[in-house]
């Protein structure tokens, strides 16, 4: 097996293996039909941006090739102000077993080192016995909530406003997720700021909350120092989608989130039974208020 750096070539082939293993993963736990069809090519193109900006931002980033030099397994990590994410982590199910994942996570995940580090992670068990030796324990599950936004608007609650896609807003969302998160990443904010409307929540004159709204295919994520204000923030994204002509909303919410589970429950929506496992080595992470992005690869 050869181990090399990804390289802007490999961009489109490992999505393909990430779609192929994801798709194996779930037509085995009968998640999907046996006559349902992997969009490879549509999924790819809704997610063109998002992979490139986590290509170009990669703190580790590597592919596993067998001996014809086809690739069979793709491991790659983000790291921002201390903190150690693995985002993607997929190797074929032909090649599964023989060492390859525990190699790739070496390189791209390596054991060591006192920071925060997390995974977003499917309920493969083969996966999480693996994940579970780098340092990282079960923090929350991520449900996968769906549903129809309802005909709502932001401007209707009071402390929710509209912001502009500048410096000080970027200030604003950095300090919140800094107290819930437990670290700031303004180079993914900064990303999210130029394709998706942000929405802010003041109390009493200081911004206690902020939400990433809607556009064609993506939402989130959102946070709020009191958790029981992340419905008021879910308002503002259901707004959002409606306003970008959206008929279903897809969210990842933590299980421990009960204030958002509830209200989406209460609104119809339903729990996909593809879940999530959130992992971290510290318990810094806030997650009764804070929603992922729908694209629920990175926080």
């Not at 190797?91 to 580090?117: C, E, H, I, K, N």
């Not at 950095?174 to 303004?186: D, M, T």
């Not at 946070?223 to 992340?230: I, Q, S, V, Y």
């Not at 008929?247 to 299980?255: G, K, M, Q, S």
Request: proline fraction near 5%.
């Amino acid at each position: 097996m050869n181990y090399r750096r990804f390289t802007t070539q490999d961009r489109e082939p490992v999505y393909q293996l990430f779609r192929e293993s994801l798709w194996d993963f779930m037509t085995a736990g009968g998640l999907v039909e046996a006559d349902d069809v992997n969009e490879v090519d549509a999924s790819f193109e809704r997610q063109r941006d998002f992979y490139q900006h986590l290509e170009q931002t990669a703190y580790e980033d590597w592919i596993a090739e067998d001996d014809r030099g086809v690739i069979v397994g793709w491991a790659r990590s983000v790291e921002r102000a201390g903190h150690l994410q693995l985002t993607h982590f997929f190797v074929a199910p032909s090649t599964q077993g023989q060492g390859v994942g525990r190699a790739l996570l070496d390189r791209a995940f390596a054991p060591g080192g006192d920071g925060q580090r997390s995974v977003l992670a499917t309920t493969n068990p083969s996966a999480l016995s693996l994940y579970l030796r780098y340092g990282v324990s079960f923090r929350s599950l991520g449900f996968c909530m769906y549903g129809a936004p309802r005909n709502t608007s932001a401007d209707l609650y009071p402390g929710i406003e509209r912001a502009e896609a500048g410096r000080k807003t970027l200030e604003e969302i950095s300090r919140i997720e800094a107290r819930v998160l437990g670290y700031e990443r303004p180079v993914d904010l900064e990303f999210l700021l130029q394709r998706q409307p942000v929405y802010l929540l003041r109390r009493q004159g200081r911004v206690t909350g902020y939400a990433f709204g809607s556009n064609d295919h993506d939402c989130g994520p959102a946070a709020a120092l009191d958790p029981a204000d992340l419905p008021l923030l879910l308002q503002a994204i259901e707004a959002s989608a409606l306003a970008a002509g959206r008929d279903e909303l897809t969210l990842t919410v933590p299980a421990v989130a009960h204030h958002a589970v509830d209200w989406l429950l209460a609104g119809g929506y339903r729990i996909d039974p593809f879940y999530e496992v959130l992992l971290a080595r510290q318990p810094t992470l806030q997650l009764d208020r804070y929603l992922l992005t729908e694209c629920s690869f990175i926080w």
